[in-house]
């Protein structure tokens, strides 16, 4: 089983999101058995919170079933247990590096599509089309695996 992981800054807008439709996703696909997946926050800034508000509406606007999410950082173990963790832009990366170091391991959501980094919503308040991004890489991403 492959243990994929989703990160950003706070993990309260983005990285829950990817977290959301990948696990919609494979559940699609009757890969469940396949795949482990969660979200994560390089920081600690946000740690217990929820999903903030807006998101939330994005994710209800189109549909989505999601529960309480507990904002968490990445632990060292699950960095070690992961196969893959998927960063939304370069700041995620690089305190990936500082806090775990250097590792094949992170890739770029983006990687399958175009490579640009997906902004925080949070500073942009484009909670939708920040949505839309996720979902295409989402996609990408399962395609990739499984094509």
Not at 12 to 19: A, L, Q, T
Not at 66 to 78: G, L
Not at 126 to 132: A, H, K, L, P, T
Request: glycine letters at 4%; a negative charge; one cysteine or more.
């Amino acid at each position: 089983m492959k243990t994929v992981i989703f990160v950003c800054h706070g993990n309260i807008c983005r990285s829950p999101v990817g977290e959301i439709l990948f696990n919609e996703e494979i559940k699609k696909r009757d890969l469940t058995d396949k795949y482990n997946c969660f979200s994560r926050a390089t920081s600690r800034e946000e740690i217990g919170n929820d999903i903030y508000p807006p998101m939330k509406s994005v994710l209800r606007e189109y549909d989505i079933h999601f529960s309480r999410h507990y904002a968490t950082q990445i632990t060292r173990q699950e960095f070690e247990d992961a196969s893959y963790i998927f960063y939304m832009d370069k700041n995620n990366l690089y305190y990936l590096e500082r806090m775990l170091g250097s590792s094949d391991k992170y890739v770029p959501i983006t990687k399958y599509l175009d490579g640009l980094d997906i902004e925080d919503p949070w500073y942009t308040d484009r909670f939708e089309y920040v949505f839309n991004r996720i979902k295409e890489s989402v996609e990408s991403i399962v395609e990739h695996f499984e094509g």
